[in-house]
């Protein structure tokens, strides 16, 4: 049918709604470009005026009696759609777990160690598994794991909280830490720390205003893209 765009956006994807001459109902419920219930019609007049007004016939509600179709620009809509789920996984963060492993007499360097990763992995944003370690007798102590767990949660109380409590795990007992800061507020955090160095640099002046940034200046600013984020896992040895 004349201006009816059947072949150049027939799609061979079964997860896609069926547009055009691929609709083999009698009828169908049809909604306006503007989003306007036009009642329902024969799928031959809605196909009619789907080429009048060089759109597309798509079935939005299959599953409806009788199935309900829009007319919109197909092609455009699948583009417009693509760009969203695009920006959408752009922005999307996510959580990493990190793992630490201790032994349950643990000598003061190697726990200052230790300490200093989980430290550093709540100030990214990102959650810790601690784990201690049972071995032989040790098993029969588990209150000497319990009471390492407690002492490193409080060691780091400022930069995170107990997700999950020490709970036994075979031969080990785990904890989880969440960071008090998403990794969200990290990354502006960095950003705006990166963009009042490069401002102090040129000479400008960084303006915050409840939670926006400006530059007074001429200077032009370009976030840069956060690195890859590796798992990381320190063990005990």
Known sequence: M????????????IDEPRINDRIRVPEVRLVGPNGE????????????????????????????RPPV????????????????????????????????KLRPKIDAHDYGTKKGHVERFLKAGDKVKVTIMFRGREQSRPELGFRLLQRLAEDVAELGFVESAPRQDGRNMVMVIGP??????????????????????????????????????TTELEAGTPATEVEETAEQH
């Open 2 to 13: 004349p201006g009816v765009h059947t072949e150049r956006r027939r799609s061979t994807n």
């Open 37 to 64: 219930q036009v009642g329902i019609v024969r799928v031959e007049d809605a196909l009619r005026l789907a080429a009048e007004a060089d759109l597309d016939l798509v079935e939005v509600a299959p599953m409806a």
């Open 69 to 100: 179709a829009k007319l919109m620009d197909y092609g455009k809509y699948k583009y417009e759609a693509a760009m969203k789920a695009r920006e959408a996984r752009k922005n999307q963060i996510n959580t990493v777990i990190k793992e630490i």
């Open 180 to 217: 008090s800061k998403k990794k969200t507020a990290v990354r502006l955090e960095k950003r705006r720390d990166a963009e009042r160095a490069a401002a102090e640099s040129h000479g400008d002046t960084l303006v915050e205003d409840e939670g926006t940034t400006e530059l007074e200046g």
